[in-house]
């Protein structure tokens, strides 16, 4: 093997006053590039030292002046305003009552009448335009003819007009009363205009800049604050539209489309466009119309990068939203490189996933920052950063043995690193651990068993390898991603219009549903087609392998609740067929071939309650308070597992790895370079011959590693330690 | 105070051959009154002694010699057949399948394109009729043109050759090759005249007789059975109208009504007519349609008996539907007496809150059966029927307190207590119980807090005290009413009907609302009518109290998922607005109010999970996993308590006590006539100037009884035991 070098691929967040300290530590952790952070700057002495220099640069919120001379072109969303009861026949509605007053400002200029709803939500119909009025001066609603005791909202437009990462930033980091940056909405032309001027500009400005990382494109993920003072984040969703929002897109969407969006295809009941819901087929439309813009705008700005001799790079967080990354339009834009930020396996996977000839590059966690994203301690009394570090790296290194990025990084203000010199010997390891692992990848893909398991959504692909935000615990798919993600199988994304479309690829094993009833990882109404249930069946029955969790295929209609009961041999009481006395389940007396590793009792957290078994033909391996927690059934040639839930554990990670052999009626194939112990992971890189295995304990484990005959090697690891075996 | 009598009101089950032991039990245990029971005689020396005689009869089930000459008349019921996935274009349909063919028989007399159905249940569409055919000599249906995969079942009608109480007395009692009986329909005018004659014989051949007990009247409780071998009871619903059906049936209603009932009306996915579900218009209009009929024939009947100088009694739980106690036509079927078996309070309440001038007896558990309604051992070695006998009433001596009943008595096989001597002894102190209770209350009714409360459901009054059957377990309204069985308030029953028609009663101050989502219990689709929305906001706005158990006011319907979340303050989350950021709930930090008597944690058995405060004006006293389990609100003058799940302990039944006292504001009246220790109940009894303290556990226990002064009393209880103070 050749000697893994110990310098490179690490981009360090340099701090102006803190030169000495930003090139010790550019030396030690190896670091080739050197960048600023919101807030910072880099001095001469770090921009001259030999460091490729990558400098931040955010158009939307880049010179509050030109946007304080145009508040009109301000970025802008639709709030639900809260609900108010009617206690007479006349109500008047405080808009932002419950907002942050200082993230938000109503939009009075557009016509309300055109672009505003308001809603009766006690019977969820519209309310008549000409009986309710605006007004300016209090920014209030007042509706008349109300019926006594409903509910009632307004769907209206906010401007921004304190630009959310921005805000983030500042109150966490407690800048005072440093400026409130405004974030302008590159739909308008003229501010297409400015912007490119703009980045003319700066990139004049800034010659010994290599690397322009966007942070990032035009729109932020949906971020709506609440009054502070009892609820800060009210609405946040990683994914979603909402503050791609105004009357000019609205209108320039009607002409291309032939129709025009509603405030309430945005306000959605006040459920907003979370990714968690089914989308919509014109929320579809509009993401696309969005989607194109973005792209379109975005070429215009990365070829001028191009044209200065600069690449440019595009966070993969803030202000991601319109690129799609996934969307075979992205390769269009002309990035260079991609950087995404990450706590565990699957966002690892979500940046090492993206097609193209881009750089793709981890923001490692925790961030220099007094506090975390849940505002717990970090780098302050009470926080142990190294610790978090170790764990966020041990996490990630599951996904990153499975598929490569090219390079990682930290950011935020690294003078918080000095009184932390743990989390300093931590970040030299886990960079030399990633250039090793970088180094196993270069010589070809690790070994991957022949089984291809796609995870069904009503997003599918859009939405590979993430869901909502970070740490949305308890959800179903969250937590199957996650165990997948650092698991040697070939894992892809399907959506329920993938399958009406083009039907199931044939390459598919196993297809994986879950999540809970009505959302879009479930798939709720789809599952009310028929061609669907038939495509589906069909498939089983020609021998599919379909793995259900929690509530797969759910939705109530017709004589099921779950829709492919049939093949699942389960389904769930929702306390309407209590009379329909179930079947006491039988449990199989053997350990099966699915729980061989399990250790303990089955602990999936939280189970979906009051599942039964159909018939007698189904096998149930695992009951709680008389409800099925595990299930295997067999429809024609298919196999079907059901899980009640899933929390990602060693042993639930190994469970499910062992359904989806089954599921696949592979179990004959199962073992080559997989561990003994369940908290230990390996992979075999066949080019370099080598095998990786990593402990993902916090505590010292011993392990036997299989190889493709069925022999053993065992290994000793130390707490989320790694050894590299030559084969 | 009087002596309490040491005989009478109790009714003792007779068996021919055991003479002696009849007669000796009969002195012990002080009975006035000797049965027969299903499958025993009274001897000769029996009957002469100087006993009331007390005789069964069940009409349907009488003569199985006419049932055989006229099987066209036999009782019918719809049944879906198990559902069958289509793997081609053509499938056939093995009707019985999974069903006890001892139980059912096909009807193929009716012309099946007339009176059946069959569904595409992935769809849920009906399938054309010219598309099956169904084959007599095997009792299957072809259906052809089907869709590949799709799920079908049938809707058929099938005669019962076994009735059904009389199958499981059969088996349960291991009656052998005895002849099974069928149960004959009296809709037909044959079988009414040929009942009508049986009866005026049978009432001649029984000149001792005194009561005639109906066992009962003409259609049992909905109860299929399926293949013994895995699933004996598929569905049972002791409220249910599926056995009342027949084509004459039918049209007689289709005359009446003007328009047909279908097959799918009581087959409802499969969910039949299940007491849990929310009853459709036409179902009412079904239930009342036969209500009229059983009243009507069953008058005919009684007519003859008090015309042979006997009285009638009716047995409240088999055959017992159609009847409909709780009606105002209920009183014109004439009954001099009603028999309800009970295990509880709010079964004993049930038999004591009917209406009318007649004799109520409650007839106890256990049945002198070999085991048990679960098959548990009773009469048989491994059962110890005296503990169970002490526990059962316990439980209902709580309702007994509040409302008093006439008669208690027994049935079943009395040879078996021959060996459970200590079985003997405890009816023995049953009956002195019994007797003690019913003294007091001869005198006037005891002290009754002023507060009133109404349990609102689908069903409202017609199903008062009752729900779906006996021991359902984890049913919020089923543990609710348990609890509130035994409590010293005045407790109504009101339906969404009731409201629409009428309003909130004036008198009411508290209202309670507990069940899962879409139940009739929560009240599923009603929750979408703005006008029960607008009554009630109404009537909490004005002041009225509000408990909600689980999901109230649940339904998926606009912009929210408790429909009253408005005065509830809560709400919960179903996994669509995950990403609406919830309140931390803020724990109430002292003791409150309606937790002062709490010992331990809050355990409910099972909470409703998700459920999140709307606004920091909502008070959280307790919460679980993140999720609230005690809220209160205040709305306009109104005061809301939330409990997410209800399990019936003594400290729950106190902590709904007290709910209900805040719920009314009426915190400064609670205190009379309670207990110290939630494990004892008492009750004051003005007339006689005397308090009953009865301790509910199987321990001993010490508490205070707290007069209307405030003044408390110290008492020491055995366990399961009872003192009577002189106040």
Same mark, same amino acid.
């Given at each position: 093997?050749?000697?893994?070098?110990?310098?490179? $691929?690490?981009?360090?967040?340099?701090?102006?006053?803190?030169?000495?300290?930003?090139?010790?530590?550019?030396?030690?952790?190896?670091?080739?590039? +050197?960048?600023?952070?919101?807030?910072?700057?880099?001095?001469?002495?770090?921009?001259?030292?030999?460091?490729?220099?990558?400098?931040?640069?955010?158009?939307?919120?880049?010179?509050?002046?030109?946007?304080?001379?145009?508040?009109?072109?301000?970025?802008?969303?639709?709030?639900?305003?809260?609900?108010?009861?009617?206690?007479?026949?006349?109500?008047?509605?405080?808009?932002?009552?419950?907002?942050?007053?200082?993230?938000?400002?109503?939009?009075?200029?557009?016509?309300?009448?055109?672009?505003?709803?308001?809603?009766?939500?006690?019977?969820?119909?519209?309310?008549?335009?000409?009986?309710?009025?605006?007004?300016?001066?209090?920014?209030?609603?007042?509706?008349?003819?109300?019926?006594?005791?409903?509910?009632?909202?307004?769907?209206?437009?906010?401007?921004?007009?304190?630009?959310?990462?921005?805000?983030?930033?500042?109150?966490?980091?407690?800048?005072?009363?440093?400026?409130?940056?405004?974030?302008?909405?590159? +739909?308008?032309?003229?501010?297409?205009?400015?912007?490119?001027?703009?980045?003319?500009?700066?990139?004049?400005?800034?010659?010994?800049?290599?690397?322009?990382?966007?942070?990032?494109?035009?729109?932020?993920?949906?971020?709506?604050?609440?009054?502070?003072?009892?609820?800060?984040?009210?609405?946040?969703?990683?994914?979603?539209?909402?503050?791609?929002?105004?009357?000019?897109?609205?209108?320039?969407?009607?002409?291309?489309?032939?129709?025009?969006?509603?405030?309430?295809?945005?306000?959605?009941?006040?459920?907003?466009?979370?990714?968690?819901?089914?989308?919509?087929?014109?929320?579809?439309?509009?993401?696309?119309?969005?989607?194109?813009?973005?792209?379109?705008?975005?070429?215009?700005?990365?070829?001028?990068?191009?044209?200065?001799?600069?690449?440019?790079?595009?966070?993969?967080?803030?202000?991601?939203?319109?690129?799609?990354?996934?969307?075979?339009?992205?390769?269009?834009?002309?990035?260079?490189?991609?950087?995404?930020?990450?706590?565990?396996?699957?966002?690892?996977?979500?940046?090492?996933?993206?097609?193209?000839?881009?750089?793709?590059?981890?923001?490692?966690?925790?961030?220099?920052?007094?506090?975390?994203?849940?505002?717990?301690?970090?780098?302050?009394?009470?926080?142990?950063?190294?610790?978090?570090?170790?764990?966020?790296?041990?996490?990630?290194?599951?996904?990153?043995?499975?598929?490569?990025?090219?390079?990682?990084?930290?950011?935020?203000?690294?003078?918080?690193?000095?009184?932390?010199?743990?989390?300093?010997?931590?970040?030299?390891?886990?960079?030399?651990?990633?250039?090793?692992?970088?180094?196993?990848?270069?010589?070809?893909?690790?070994?991957?068993?022949?089984?291809?398991?796609?995870?069904?959504?009503?997003?599918?692909?859009?939405?590979?390898?993430?869901?909502?935000?970070?740490?949305?615990?308890?959800?179903?798919?969250?937590?199957?991603?996650?165990?997948?993600?650092?698991?040697?199988?070939?894992?892809?994304?399907?959506?329920?219009?993938?399958?009406?479309?083009?039907?199931?690829?044939?390459?598919?094993?196993?297809?994986?549903?879950?999540?809970?009833?009505?959302?879009?990882?479930?798939?709720?109404?789809?599952?009310?087609?028929?061609?669907?249930?038939?495509?589906?069946?069909?498939?089983?029955?020609?021998?599919?392998?379909?793995?259900?969790?929690?509530?797969?295929?759910?939705?109530?209609?017709?004589?099921?609740?779950?829709?492919?009961?049939?093949?699942?041999?389960?389904?769930?009481?929702?306390?309407?067929?209590?009379?329909?006395?179930?079947?006491?389940?039988?449990?199989?007396?053997?350990?099966?071939?699915?729980?061989?590793?399990?250790?303990?009792?089955?602990?999936?957290?939280?189970?979906?309650?009051?599942?039964?078994?159909?018939?007698?033909?189904?096998?149930?391996?695992?009951?709680?308070?008389?409800?099925?927690?595990?299930?295997?059934?067999?429809?024609?040639?298919?196999?079907?597992?059901?899980?009640?839930?899933?929390?990602?554990?060693?042993?639930?990670?190994?469970?499910?790895?062992?359904?989806?052999?089954?599921?696949?009626?592979?179990?004959?194939?199962?073992?080559?370079?997989?561990?003994?112990?369940?908290?230990?992971?390996?992979?075999?890189?066949?080019?370099?011959?080598?095998?990786?295995?990593?402990?993902?304990? $916090?505590?010292?484990?011993?392990?036997?590693?299989?190889?493709?005959?069925?022999?053993?090697?065992?290994?000793?690891?130390?707490?989320?330690?790694?050894?590299?075996?030559?084969?």
């Amino acid at each position: 093997m050749t000697k893994i070098k110990d310098k490179g $691929d690490f981009t360090l967040p340099g701090e102006a006053g803190y030169e000495d300290l930003t090139l010790e530590l550019a030396e030690k952790w190896g670091a080739d590039a +050197i960048r600023d952070s919101d807030g910072t700057v880099l001095s001469d002495k770090i921009i001259s030292a030999d460091y490729d220099i990558y400098s931040t640069i955010c158009l939307v919120r880049g010179d509050n002046e030109w946007a304080r001379a145009n508040t009109d072109k301000l970025q802008q969303n639709y709030l639900m305003s809260d609900p108010v009861i009617a206690d007479g026949d006349k109500i008047t509605i405080d808009l932002l009552s419950g907002f942050f007053r200082e993230q938000f400002k109503v939009n009075g200029h557009d016509d309300p009448k055109t672009w505003w709803q308001v809603f009766d939500r006690t019977t969820g119909e519209q309310f008549p335009k000409d009986q309710w009025d605006f007004d300016r001066t209090t920014n209030t609603v007042t509706i008349t003819n109300v019926k006594k005791w409903h509910k009632y909202t307004v769907n209206f437009l906010a401007y921004r007009i304190w630009e959310a990462i921005s805000m983030y930033n500042h109150i966490t980091n407690e800048w005072g009363d440093r400026e409130h940056l405004m974030p302008v909405d590159p +739909i308008y032309p003229e501010a297409q205009k400015f912007m490119l001027s703009y980045l003319q500009k700066w990139l004049d400005a800034h010659p010994k800049t290599k690397i322009v990382r966007f942070t990032s494109m035009f729109y932020n993920f949906a971020w709506f604050w609440g009054d502070p003072a009892h609820q800060r984040f009210r609405y946040a969703d990683w994914g979603s539209y909402e503050m791609t929002v105004s009357p000019l897109a609205m209108t320039l969407f009607a002409k291309a489309k032939g129709y025009r969006m509603t405030s309430e295809d945005f306000v959605n009941n006040g459920a907003y466009c979370s990714s968690h819901n089914v989308p919509s087929g014109r929320l579809l439309e509009w993401m696309d119309f969005m989607h194109s813009f973005v792209v379109n705008f975005g070429r215009q700005c990365i070829d001028l990068i191009h044209r200065a001799g600069k690449v440019a790079y595009m966070f993969y967080d803030d202000h991601w939203v319109g690129t799609e990354p996934y969307s075979e339009q992205f390769k269009n834009m002309g990035f260079d490189g991609l950087i995404k930020c990450v706590f565990n396996a699957f966002e690892a996977r979500l940046c090492a996933g993206v097609q193209g000839p881009v750089i793709k590059e981890l923001r490692l966690h925790p961030y220099l920052f007094p506090t975390g994203l849940k505002g717990e301690p970090t780098f302050q009394p009470g926080g142990d950063p190294a610790r978090d570090a170790r764990k966020f790296w041990a996490n990630i290194r599951r996904g990153l043995l499975r598929e490569p990025v090219d390079r990682i990084g930290l950011g935020g203000y690294l003078h918080l690193v000095q009184n932390f010199p743990d989390f300093v010997e931590t970040i030299e390891e886990i960079t030399q651990e990633f250039r090793t692992l970088k180094q196993c990848h270069a010589l070809g893909v690790p070994y991957t068993a022949p089984l291809k398991v796609a995870l069904l959504t009503a997003w599918g692909k859009q939405r590979s390898w993430v869901y909502a935000g970070h740490f949305i615990h308890g959800m179903e798919l969250y937590e199957v991603t996650e165990a997948l993600a650092g698991l040697p199988v070939n894992v892809t994304f399907i959506s329920f219009q993938d399958i009406l479309k083009t039907g199931i690829p044939e390459n598919i094993d196993v297809i994986i549903n879950a999540g809970k009833a009505g959302t879009a990882w479930s798939g709720g109404e789809h599952w009310k087609n028929e061609k669907i249930i038939e495509k589906m069946t069909e498939w089983i029955a020609g021998g599919g392998g379909y793995i259900g969790v929690g509530e797969p295929s759910a939705v109530q209609h017709s004589s099921q609740y779950f829709q492919l009961a049939h093949v699942l041999g389960v389904d769930r009481e929702i306390g309407l067929t209590l009379n329909n006395i179930k079947l006491t389940g039988i449990i199989s007396g053997n350990k099966h071939f699915i729980l061989k590793d399990m250790e303990k009792n089955i602990d999936f957290g939280k189970d979906i309650d009051n599942i039964f078994a159909l018939d007698k033909s189904t096998t149930v391996l695992s009951q709680t308070n008389g409800s099925v927690q595990i299930a295997l059934n067999r429809f024609g040639k298919g196999h079907t597992v059901y899980l009640s839930g899933f929390k990602f554990t060693p042993e639930n990670t190994r469970l499910l790895h062992r359904s989806m052999f089954w599921a696949a009626d592979r179990q004959k194939n199962f073992g080559p370079w997989t561990c003994s112990n369940v908290r230990t992971d390996c992979a075999f890189y066949p080019g370099t011959k080598q095998c990786v295995v990593v402990n993902s304990s $916090d505590k010292a484990e011993k392990t036997q590693v299989f190889d493709e005959n069925g022999h053993s090697i065992d290994v000793e690891l130390k707490p989320h330690g790694i050894k590299i075996i030559d084969v």
